[in-house]
């Protein structure tokens, strides 16, 4: 009977540890496209699951990255995402312009690392052209949702398989 219940017990530990190895990767991070008409910006919030920014980063960089503990690793990852994303306005008159988004810095909530850019508002686009590679190239499998908020309305993207840039009407 201690042999089974032995086994019993190995088997239910290789079990957890299969299920937490694959629940801790999320691979999914949500991105949000805000036009606050109380700044006058067009404000972009990208939330990554910090599990999965610091196994990316290790990987990306080479070397361990610590993003709870280290604002330096948390930087690093935030150049590595505003490289990877990219707005361009589409006006009435077809005329793209690319948008020369700011950094404006990053922060630690929760289980949740989030990277933040702006900028002032453009006249108001037709329509928005999004470029949106982060951790894609990391990961096939990642998938990121972007969401844009303008006055009252949502409108989503959803960048996965080989959809790394998506257009979308205002």
């Known amino acids: 009977m201690g042999a089974s219940l032995c086994r019993l017990a190995t088997l239910v530990a290789c079990l957890v540890w299969m299920l937490s190895g694959q629940a801790h990767q999320q691979k999914t991070a949500i991105t949000r496209i805000l036009f606050n008409a109380n700044t006058g910006n067009m404000e972009v919030m990208h939330r990554f699951f910090v599990h999965d920014a610091e196994h990316a980063a290790t990987l990306i960089f080479g070397q361990r990255q610590t993003l709870m503990e280290s604002a330096e690793s948390r930087e690093l990852f935030s150049s590595y995402v505003i490289n990877r994303f990219a707005i361009e306005a589409v006006y009435e008159d077809g005329e793209a312009q690319p948008l020369d988004l700011q950094y404006v810095g990053e922060e630690i909530d929760g289980q949740f690392l989030w990277v933040y850019q702006e900028i002032p508002q453009p006249p108001t686009p037709q329509a928005l052209v999004v470029l949106n590679m982060a951790l894609r190239d990391v990961w096939p ?12 309305e949502v409108l989503s993207l959803l960048f996965d398989g080989e959809a790394d840039v998506l257009t979308t009407s205002l």
């Open 141 to 152: 499998d990642q998938s990121n949702l972007v969401n844009i908020e303008r006055d009252g």
